[in-house]
């Protein structure tokens, strides 16, 4: 998504140059609120945070099983409910604390 992006945002706009940083999204908020960035790509939720926002993208979490496992043989999506007895691996809250809790919710 984001080279597309890119690519058609400097065609039309040729004098305007990027400089892209990577941070994860509560990093983006605090330079966006210290206005030391103007636009930033964050995952949601932005709960009481004073900006305009704009969905770009909507992600799909995937959910990995092993060959012959009894889920992994269905046609189609699973629904959240048929992991409830399933062990789980996460994402650590430390690390991306707002996929543990869209993962958890």
């Keep these: 998504m984001l080279p597309r992006v890119l690519k058609d945002f400097k065609a039309s706009h040729p004098k305007i140059t990027l400089a892209l940083r990577e941070m994860l999204s509560p990093e983006q908020i605090t330079a966006l ?4 960035l103007d636009v ?3 995952i949601p939720p932005l709960s009481g945070q004073e900006f305009e926002h704009l969905v770009v993208q909507r992600e799909q979490f995937v959910v990995a099983l092993p060959a ?6 269905g046609r189609g999506p699973l ?3 048929q992991l409830a007895s399933e062990p789980l ?3 650590l809250a430390t ?4 996929y543990t809790k869209r993962s958890t919710d």
């Design 33 to 36: 609120t210290s206005k030391e």
């Design 89 to 91: 691996c996460k994402f």
């Design 95 to 98: 690390v991306r604390p707002v």
């Design 68 to 73: 012959g496992h009894l889920l992994a043989r």
């Design 79 to 81: 629904k959240v409910g």
């Design 40 to 42: 930033g790509l964050v």
